[in-house]
């Protein structure tokens, strides 16, 4: 490789790398190269990164593909928040009334999603290493890997309440499994998981010290890849399990009862009420109460509504929906006024409308569901059809 090409490499928001295996297959890794951001997700990674993983995985010499990112602080804290304020700022100024008006967002979650949900689908073992910060987008970079590492400075969260947003990304889907209705309670606070709490949530599977991942990557190369995708992936996991170390349970599972007997009612408002009278004296139950009083409003709705669609669609379904409320949010939802109390302005006095969750009602929300296009005319229409009709 020449200097200027080096150079290039080095400066690309994703580099790409393939490592030859004893037995002569190709192992394909992806970092995501961006530390200053924290390896926020921007288009342009998400572009890049979703091409070589549809070229990988029509590459027969590739046995996996490896997913990190960069820097010693998180593998992704979440999606370019900064060019979505961007553009919802000239979208309102233009006085724009369709949501399909706003060129970026609808570019922005069309390719974001669709590479989530290519990452879902992924037919050969996907291996992402989950570690330090691994919030909102890079949840849904990491949620549909086949293979999924946190260690012990691993911290999961959606804290999209905080931003005027909910948790997209296939949040939907995923929150919706996690035990005892804990993935609502998470929703609506924002509280983070531990390296124990992601994989009892089903956001992870495996747990390695953050000191072990060259071990690790030094036993792919040495492993004996095969030449079907079942083998290879029983290889890998019996190979992280062979690094593996027993996280203590964290302090979703210590509140397990609890966060139940607050999320089993049926109504939001009620809900609400049991978070706020929630007096546990515990650091983290006091931070997710304080999240969910100080959130916007209109998260807390949208993203329970959400949970209420969850059970009846499939995951192709939870991403074509998202895409919509998000375009909705951005138009004219909370979602510019979070971001720039929190990153432009930094005064963290987000002026929320609608102020109260009384004002943020189920009727209200109904048109944060609602399509601009006829069903088959959708961005993501064609979403799943192939991998369905294989599996089928």
């Known amino acids: 490789m020449n200097t200027a090409s080096a150079s290039s490499q080095d400066e690309a928001p994703v580099l790409f790398e393939e490592r030859v295996t004893a037995n002569g297959k190709r192992i394909g890794i992806a970092t995501l190269h961006a530390p200053k951001t924290l390896n926020g997700l921007s288009l342009d990674m998400a572009r890049l990164l979703d091409g070589r993983l549809h070229a990988w ?16 602080k998180a593998f992704c804290a979440g999606g370019d928040l900064h060019g979505l304020h961007r553009s919802m700022t000239e979208y309102r100024a233009a006085g724009h009334r369709d949501i399909r008006d706003n060129a970026y967002a609808s570019n922005f979650f069309a390719v974001e999603y669709r590479l989530d949900y290519r990452i879902h689908t992924y037919p050969k073992p996907l291996l992402c290493w989950g570690h330090g910060i691994v919030m909102g987008g890079g949840i849904g970079l990491m949620s549909g890997a086949s293979h999924r590492v946190v260690t012990e400075r691993s911290k999961l969260a959606f804290p999209e309440i905080t931003v005027g947003l909910y948790p997209d990304v296939g949040g939907t889907w995923l929150l919706h499994r996690v035990p005892a209705r804990g993935g609502l309670f998470l929703a609506l606070t924002g509280a983070p998981l531990n390296a124990g709490d992601a994989i009892y949530a ?20 040495r492993a004996n890849w095969k030449g079907t995708t079942s083998d290879n992936a029983n290889v890998l996991t019996s190979l992280l399990q062979e690094h593996a170390s027993q996280p203590a349970p964290g302090p979703l599972q210590k509140h397990q009862a609890l966060i139940e ?3 089993a009612h049926e109504a939001l408002e009620v809900i609400a009420g049991a978070i706020r009278a929630t007096s546990v004296d515990d650091p983290w139950v006091s931070a997710a109460r304080e999240t969910f009083a100080t959130g916007a409003p209109s ?13 009846e669609l499939s995951l192709a379904d939870v991403f074509r929906l998202e895409y919509i409320v998000s375009l909705h949010c951005a138009a004219r939802g909370d979602f510019a006024e979070g971001i720039r109390a929190l990153l432009i302005d930094k005064d963290r006095q987000p002026h929320w409308q609608p102020k109260t969750l009384a004002e943020a009602t189920s009727a209200w929300s109904e048109t944060f569901f609602q ?4 069903e088959g005319d959708h961005p ?8 369905e009709a294989t599996n089928a």
């Open 57 to 72: 995985a029509k590459d027969d010499g590739i046995a996996l593909v490896v997913l990190q990112g960069a820097g010693e």
């Open 261 to 263: 007997q607050i999320c």
């Open 371 to 374: 399509a601009p296009w006829h």
């Open 380 to 387: 993501l229409a064609n979403l799943g059809a192939r991998h």
């Open 299 to 311: 998260s807390a709705r949208i993203a329970f509504e959400l949970q209420r669609r969850a059970p």
């Open 202 to 221: 089903g956001m992870a599977d495996v747990c390695i010290e953050d000191q072990r991942r060259q071990q690790v990557f030094d036993a792919l190369t």
